[in-house]
T-cell receptor, first 113, second 110 residues
């Protein structure tokens, strides 16, 4: 079946602009995660959605970052007033109910100029 | 706060060698530990997942071990091939997120 998909694959934006990144999880997966990977570094957790529960936003680095999820489907990560330090690959993952393994999308490479 | 460290940061070996990649973590209260492979410009591919109650998992030429009490995991790659060249990431699983190490960049040359 289809895996996790993300769009766009690449995004170049000017400093100060807002961007929206999209994630389509595997159908039926109740849990969805956003991570950030800066160049040469490991992944940093950003936010976690589980069903209709309140999301865990503990990894969001500032109030410029926000994310939404519609039910158990698509999620969008929004970065307002982008800064150069926001340049990174943003990865989305989903996990099925009762399962432990997270499945990752290909990521969105964001470059802020 | 959980911290994950991977050693070495980079490794270059000739084809055919057996390899050990190391991962250590500071908090033993984990649900599971996953090893991933990351190819340039691509997402992560899960290689092995070890539950906290398990000691090891095997898949083909890969074997991962977990010692929770000492906060260590190793990924053993047997008979390495050029196609194994990638970055290998270790991640420890809490209830609602994975904490990643910075990875080991592996190059296997013919």
């Amino acid at each position: 079946g289809a895996g996790v998909s993300q769009s766009p694959s690449n995004k170049v934006t000017e400093k100060g602009k807002d961007v929206e990144l999209r994630c389509d999880p595997i159908s039926g997966h109740t849990a969805l995660y956003w991570y950030r990977q800066r160049l040469g570094q490991g992944l940093e957790f950003l936010i976690y959605f589980q069903g209709n529960s309140a999301p865990d936003k503990s990894g969001l680095p500032s109030d410029r970052f926000s994310a939404e999820r519609t039910g158990e489907s698509v999620s969008t990560l929004t970065i307002q007033r982008t800064q150069q330090e926001d340049s990174a690959v943003y990865l989305c993952a989903s996990r099925g109910r009762g399962l432990n393994e997270q499945y990752f999308g290909p990521g969105t490479r964001l470059t802020v100029t | 706060k959980q911290e994950v460290t991977q050693i070495p940061a980079a490794l270059s070996v000739p084809e055919g060698e057996n390899l050990v990649l190391n991962c250590s973590f500071t908090d033993s209260a984990i649900y599971n530990l996953q090893w991933f492979r990351q190819d340039p410009g691509k997402g992560l591919t899960s290689l092995l997942l070890i539950q906290s109650s398990q000691r090891e998992q095997t898949s083909g030429r890969l074997n991962a071990s977990l010692d929770k009490s000492s906060g260590r995991s190793t990924l053993y790659i047997a008979a390495s091939q050029p196609g194994d060249s990638a970055t290998y990431l270790c991640a420890v699983g809490g209830y609602n997120k994975l904490i990643f190490g910075a990875g080991t960049r592996l190059a296997v040359h013919p």
